[in-house]
């Protein structure tokens, strides 16, 4: 397993938080962190350090993954990673592109997506084809004319799986962007 480097400087946690990473790595350290689970660690880092609700999964997360415990994407449930594109089109266009499975299939060749369920112009909550895997689409407007979407791909099953999906969607992204453009 590979040791990740913390995402946030020492600067950001100590601002946020008065401790930096070494001070917070010491800290769970010597309260045996490396035995506890993640639930244990936060639940922790609130009774005896009152870290914020954010911050103490920025601080265990962090931890778990400097300590070798966790994997980059990786979660309780699987691997997860997310992607995100922002779109010259209204968020109706982009909506109906991956709800309408006859405009979806134009560029998202994959069939057997289940749409489990959906908030109008807003969200879906998507059942991958593999069945096990799962996608939840959010769509952000950004103005009148431009649009967010960010992708999140979850319960994958392993650190490989998790870089060829974000492999894949920042190519599925793609992909919409050109039949959008048509």
Request: overall charge negative; hydrophobic content about 40%.
């Amino acid at each position: 397993m590979n040791v990740i480097e913390p995402s946030v400087s020492d600067e950001a946690v100590k601002a946020k938080t008065g401790k930096d990473w070494g001070e917070w790595f010491a800290i769970l350290d010597e309260a045996g962190a490396q035995n506890m689970t993640h639930k244990d660690m936060v639940a922790f880092l609130v009774d005896q350090h009152q870290v914020g609700p954010w911050w103490q999964q920025m601080v265990t997360v962090t931890y778990e993954q400097a300590r070798g415990l966790r994997e980059k994407h990786e979660k309780p449930e699987g691997y997860q990673i997310s992607r995100s594109k922002t779109f010259s089109a209204p968020v109706e266009s982009i909506y109906a592109a991956w709800g309408d499975e006859a405009q979806r299939a134009r560029w998202l060749p994959d069939p057997g997506i289940t749409i489990r369920t959906a908030t109008p112009l807003k969200a879906l909550r998507m059942t991958w084809v593999d069945g096990k895997t799962l996608l939840d689409v959010s769509f952000t407007p950004k103005g009148s004319d431009r649009t967010q979407v960010t992708v999140q791909h979850s319960k994958l099953p392993d650190a490989g799986q998790a870089e060829q999906m974000k492999a894949y969607w920042s190519e599925a992204l793609t992909r919409l962007e050109r039949m959008l453009a048509v």
